[in-house]
Every structure is written in structure tokens, then in C-alpha cells.
């Protein structure tokens, strides 16, 4: 039974801070280990974390601890506070098991979530990612510089950066992963983080790129010294059957089929340099199963956002018991 699903999407959305912590009690105080392996000195007890989007303001750390997240990734964190954008912004399709969402980088900007992971970090359970974004309002020719402020800003507490060039619902954002524009944003960031203990720096690209596109994106990151790749966000594309607007990204069972071939292209393209990157797999991971698919499809780390709408806050245990149950 999930009672969730009965409400309107916007108001389950809105429930889930109130609900989540008393939600997270039940589960123990253990994260799952299976798959436990040390990455650029960060050690995750299980490849299963959350995807950017589902804690945007990195409000409930302790509770992905228990719930059993091997890593979270927070945000995406604008330097200034901003609304979502108007009108409806979400909704769900149970038959479809899909989610849609025109929310575009709601946050409460750069100084509230800050002090979120310094209340968090002198006890902190699992890896945190921060997932960083540039305000609506800011041009793309001046992208760089709020992605650098919030590099600087979050530099204490993040164990790696995810740099999202690829969300549909801000208006010309992934114009950011054309070539050009990848150089001029990434380099920066990348002499940023060089100047201190280096921060891996992770790419978050589209589902909705060409092969050619999808290879040359990656082929560029790779080149400019990027430390891995997140794999993909939400897709402007629509199944048949499908009733949502066609501006927007949909999320869910539906996005399968293209994280896979980004997955596919990724682990080729990089060949042999593969295991110096961090490879994490996102979008369509509904079951235990699609999780240890990804991850015999060489992907280090999978994300989940929509199997904890349709499948439940008991995914994280779930899957660790069904790895048990393989062995």
C-alpha cells in the first residue's frame, strides 16, 4: 500500500517534509553494506543514493542515512534564492510508472543550504554530492560565474561537485553542453578546484543528445580533466500514451532505455580511462534488478528519484536484501 499515491503529486511533494523524518525512524540507524568500495577517498557502503532534485535544500541528510542511501546528492543549489517556475509543475503517471516535473531549480539558495550541511557535517553518515546550477536570470555568457561562486561556497562540505548543464526546465541551459560552452565553463571550474585539495567534478548531461552529440560531450569532459559523469537527467521526449505537456521532463520507467544508451556510450568512450572515472547511472532504476543491471553495465554508483514515489522508502534495504538473497 501506498497511501502517497492516492494525493495529488503537489501535495505528496509537499507532505514529504513533515512525514520523511518520522518515516526514517523505522528503518534503524545501519546503512546496508553490499558493493562497498573507496573512490577518490570517499567511501560509499552502497552504490544506491538519491539524484539531484529530491533533496534540493539538503534538508533531510539524517534521514537518507537511515533510510539506507549510500551517497546523496543535494540540490540543485542556485546562488540566490529563486521560486519554481509558475503554473503546474508536476505530476505522475501510475500506468506509466513515469514522473513529470517543470519545476526548474526551485532552491533556497546558496546560504540556507550551506548552513544545512554544516549542521550535518560533524556528523556526517554518507557522501554528499552537491549538485550546482546557474539562477534563471543569469545569461549563459555569465554561467560561470555562479557556478564558481557556489564552488567556492560549498567547498568544505562537498566530497564532489555535480555540475548540471543539462535540466530542460531553465531556458537555454543545455545550450551549456555544446562544445564551446562546455570549455568555457568547465575549465574554469576545473582551475578552481585545482587551487585547493581537489574536489571531483562530475558533468550531469541529457538523455536527449544525439550518439555523436552524447559521445563528443563526453569525449570533451574527459579531455578537459572532468572526474566523472552523471548519467542522465529528466528527457523532454513522450512515450505513446503519454499525457503530459511536451515542455518539461519526464522522469521514470519511460527514461530507461536512454540512461542505458548513455551508460552504454559512456563505458565506451572512455575505454580503458573508465576506471579513473565515476561513473553514476540515473533515470528509469524502478526495481532491485535495474540496479544491479546498471551496475554490470559498468556504472559505479545508480540514482533514484521516481522508484521512491512508485516503489517506496524501503528501496534502499530492499535492494541490499535482494543482493544478500543473489549471493
Known amino acids: 500500500m501506498r497511501p502517497w499515491l492516492l494525493l495529488p503529486p503537489q501535495w505528496a511533494h509537499d507532505l514529504i517534509p513533515l512525514t520523511l523524518p518520522f518515516i526514517s525512524m523505522a528503518y534503524?540507524?545501519?546503512?546496508?553494506?553490499?558493493?562497498?568500495?573507496?573512490?577518490?577517498d570517499m567511501t560509499f557502503a552502497n552504490p544506491v543514493g538519491i539524484a539531484g532534485g529530491v533533496d534540493k535544500n539538503a534538508e533531510h541528510l539524517k534521514d537518507w542515512w537511515r533510510l539506507g542511501c549510500g551517497f546523496v546528492e543535494v540540490g540543485t543549489v542556485t546562488p540566490l534564492a529563486?521560486?519554481?517556475?509558475?503554473?503546474?509543475?508536476?505530476?505522475?503517471?501510475?500506468?506509466?510508472?513515469?514522473?513529470?516535473?517543470?519545476?526548474?531549480?526551485?532552491?533556497?539558495?546558496?546560504?540556507e543550504v550551506f548552513y544545512n550541511l554544516a549542521a550535518y557535517a560533524p556528523r556526517f553518515r554518507t557522501t554528499v554530492f552537491v549538485n550546482i546550477g546557474k539562477n534563471r536570470t543569469t545569461p549563459n555568457n555569465e554561467a560561470v560565474q555562479d557556478y564558481l561562486t557556489l564552488v567556492d561556497k560549498f567547498r568544505p562540505f562537498a566530497d564532489?561537485?555535480?555540475?548540471?548543464?543539462?535540466?530542460?526546465?531553465?531556458?537555454?541551459?543545455?545550450?551549456?553542453?555544446?562544445?564551446?560552452?562546455?570549455?568555457?565553463?568547465?575549465?574554469?571550474?576545473?582551475?578552481?578546484?585545482?587551487?585547493?585539495?581537489?574536489?571531483?567534478?562530475?558533468?550531469k548531461l541529457s538523455p536527449d543528445m544525439g550518439d555523436d552529440a552524447l559521445a563528443e560531450a563526453i569525449t570533451h569532459c574527459h579531455e578537459l580533466g572532468v572526474d566523472g559523469f552523471v548519467l542522465t537527467n529528466t528527457t523532454l521526449s513522450r512515450p505513446p500514451g503519454c499525457h503530459f505537456p511536451a515542455e518539461g521532463g519526464l522522469s521514470g520507467a519511460p527514461l530507461k532505455h536512454l540512461s542505458q544508451r548513455a551508460l552504454q556510450i559512456a563505458v565506451q568512450?572512455?575505454?580503458?580511462?573508465?576506471?579513473?572515472?565515476?561513473?553514476?547511472s540515473a533515470g528509469g532504476i524502478m526495481s532491485p534488478d535495474d540496479v544491479f543491471?546498471?551496475?554490470?553495465?559498468?556504472a559505479n554508483l545508480v540514482q533514484i528519484y521516481s522508484a521512491l514515489v512508485f516503489y517506496g522508502p524501503g528501496f534502499f534495504h530492499e535492494v541490499a536484501r535482494k543482493h544478500h538473497e543473489r549471493q
Open 160 to 203: 564532489a561537485f555535480v555540475v548540471n548543464v543539462s535540466s530542460p526546465n531553465t531556458q537555454g541551459l543545455r545550450e551549456l553542453q555544446n562544445k564551446d560552452n562546455l570549455r568555457n565553463l568547465l575549465g574554469p571550474i576545473i582551475d578552481r578546484v585545482s587551487h585547493f585539495e581537489p574536489t571531483p567534478v562530475l558533468v
Open 28 to 40: 534503524g540507524r545501519k546503512i546496508p553494506e553490499w558493493n562497498s568500495f573507496t573512490w577518490r
Open 269 to 280: 568512450i572512455l575505454g580503458k580511462n573508465k576506471d579513473e572515472k565515476l561513473l553514476v
Open 82 to 111: 529563486q521560486d519554481p517556475n509558475p503554473g503546474k509543475i508536476m505530476d505522475r503517471d501510475k500506468s506509466l510508472q513515469a514522473m513529470w516535473n517543470k519545476m526548474g531549480f526551485p532552491s533556497h539558495g546558496a546560504d
Open 293 to 298: 543491471e546498471r551496475l554490470q553495465m559498468g
